[in-house]
């Protein structure tokens, strides 16, 4: 959303997902083979599409934890408060139980190529927990070679002897929620730490061995000016992060700042402010290469790659998506788990499920507009007929109305967003929905629709706004 980094995925929720979400190429020079993945990735651009020529796309793995040390007014996520006893070993198991179901699927049955523990607060959980589910998932399926594990902490809710026992667990990736680095805009925002604990938690990152850290940072703050908010993005990238996932907040339903809404910059200030902070992270050696991300050379996120390329993904946990292909019969089953962890942990086997569904053709050609225009290099037209199973010319016609408004580009067989289209991806996505592919606006007159990824970076359309920055953890 979300994976979410977040990264959060796309086209849907903030339950990082995601994704995120939400929620990154290996060592540069040539294409590499993911072994037993059946797909080429090329790190010297991180986002070049993946074609999968017949077998199915990489397979992810999401993890849903759902409490924190007290949720903050803005966050619309499946979190909850940290009762007086965490049963974290309780859930653990029934996370353990929760992945044994999942594999009852003979699609699912497959190497992971990534794993991000997202929430709530991961890092609420001891280390000894970390360990035994990552055992758990070693002892019943396999992990491509360069595996990438990200567990997402928050600098209020940190034990730094925690991260030590995290890198020695298998985790090798940790996205911090830093948010902002003024203690103004912190207590403003409902936050437990302040910007002495922020750096302390890279510290104690870095002094874990993580050499791949996420920083989150948002923008567009209550009451945040221009220069604000280049003084906060500057500290930021002073730390030294391979990634940053920077995003605008947003005034989500169901939540206290939706209730009574804080001051927030206008429109065009905001603009401003995402312009200059694109201009300033590309002056530091970072590279915009989704709606919200940027990393330095090896640095991206392959998990949240892995849900704009429109890969497979498990969800286990509360509230959790999942998508998944049956590359016998080509068809996407999307899936969520039981939202509240009283009733995920009392459920008996197999009860678990609170919804799944299989996509049809129309949801198919949405939801892969929906992650794969995120990308700022967009994706072959060859990875939308592997990851769809239906041929070019069912979304062509609508691509081909995007290029003549200057929201897409073509080159050779690449589709790609423009500068347009990314300042506007929420009016471009909407074009391919079902009930207005044959009927839309043009821009001056279309509601823009909002997208965030969710920690499950499962995408859903949130609401009608302004040009999207999206929302995002990786």
């Not at 360990?131 to 567990?151: K, M, Q, S, V, Y």
């Not at 870095?206 to 280049?230: E, H, I, S, Y």
């Not at 030294?240 to 005034?251: A, D």
Request: glycine letters at 10%; a positive charge; one cysteine or more.
């Amino acid at each position: 959303m979300k994976g979410r980094d977040e990264g959060a995925p796309g086209a849907v929720s903030a339950t990082d997902p995601g994704p995120s979400p939400g929620r990154g190429p290996g060592p540069s020079g040539g294409t590499q083979r993911r072994p037993g993945l059946g797909v080429s990735l090329s790190p010297a651009d991180g986002e070049s599409s993946a074609v999968w020529r017949g077998r199915p796309p990489p397979l992810s793995l999401y993890v849903h934890t759902p409490w924190c040390v007290r949720k903050c007014p803005y966050c619309d996520f499946n979190s909850h408060q940290v009762p007086a006893e965490p049963p974290y070993p309780a859930y653990i198991q029934r996370l353990l139980r929760d992945l044994d179901e999942e594999f009852l699927d003979v699609a699912a049955r497959r190497p992971l190529a990534s794993i991000f523990i997202g929430g709530g607060t991961p890092s609420l959980f001891p280390g000894t927990s970390i360990r035994a589910f990552l055992d758990g998932i070693r002892a019943r399926t396999g992990l491509d070679p360069e595996c990438e594990i990200t567990l997402e902490a928050n600098p209020g809710a940190i034990d730094s002897g925690n991260f030590a026992d995290y890198r020695r667990a298998g985790v090798n990736r940790l996205s911090i929620g830093v948010q902002s680095l003024s203690a103004t805009r912190l207590r403003r925002l409902g936050r437990v730490h302040d910007p002495a604990a922020a750096r302390a938690a890279v510290r104690a990152a870095r002094g874990a061995g993580f050499a791949k850290l996420n920083l989150d940072l948002m923008f567009g703050l209550p009451g945040q000016t221009l220069a604000q908010a280049r003084g906060d993005l500057s500290r930021l990238i002073d730390l030294g992060p391979e990634h940053i996932s920077y995003y605008q907040l947003t005034l989500e339903p169901n939540t206290p700042f939706h209730a009574n809404p804080p001051e927030l910059p206008d429109q065009d200030l905001a603009a401003d402010i995402a312009a200059q902070g694109r201009a300033l992270l590309a002056a530091a050696g970072y590279d915009q290469y989704e709606v919200s991300a940027y990393a330095r050379p090896g640095g991206r996120c392959r998990h949240n790659l892995n849900y704009w390329r429109f890969g497979d993904y498990l969800g286990i946990g509360a509230g959790a998506h999942g998508k998944l292909t049956d590359s016998a019969t080509g068809r996407v089953r999307r899936r969520a788990k039981l939202r509240q962890p009283k009733a995920y942990l009392a459920a008996p086997v197999g009860a678990q499920v609170s919804s799944q569904r299989i996509l049809d053709e129309g949801e198919l050609i949405f939801e892969f507009a929906l992650n794969a225009f995120r990308l700022t290099c967009g994706f072959e037209r060859s990875l939308f007929e592997s990851a769809t199973g239906l041929p070019w010319f069912r979304m062509e016609a609508l691509v081909s109305m995007a290029v003549s408004d200057g929201l897409l580009c073509l080159d050779g067989a690449q589709v790609a967003p423009t500068e347009l289209g990314r300042a506007f991806v929420d009016e471009l996505v909407a074009r391919f929905l079902p009930e207005r592919a044959s009927d839309w606006r043009p821009i001056a007159d279309t509601p823009r629709l909002f997208a965030s990824a969710d920690s499950a970076t499962v995408f859903r359309l949130k609401r009608l706004r302004g040009p999207h920055q999206g929302r995002g953890r990786a």
